[in-house]
């Protein structure tokens, strides 16, 4: 799943969630509800987050479709 994905990427990184929030521009409320299986990701939350993880859109894109 995508949260699972997202969340083991930015610890890998050693990332806070505000670190993540400030590079990809997302809330931290939002990240946290993603990470949390709470909501889905848009395309564009999902390409500022790969982004901001530095990271290939089609490693997250994949695993949601």
Known sequence: ???YLIKELRLEKHMSLREL???ADVSVGHLS????????PSFF??????KALNE???KLYKIVY
């Open 33 to 40: 509800e993603i990470e949390n299986g709470l909501k889905e």
């Open 1 to 3: 799943h995508i949260e």
């Open 56 to 58: 290939p859109l089609e």
């Open 45 to 50: 939350v999902m390409v500022r987050i790969a």
């Open 21 to 23: 929030h400030r590079k």
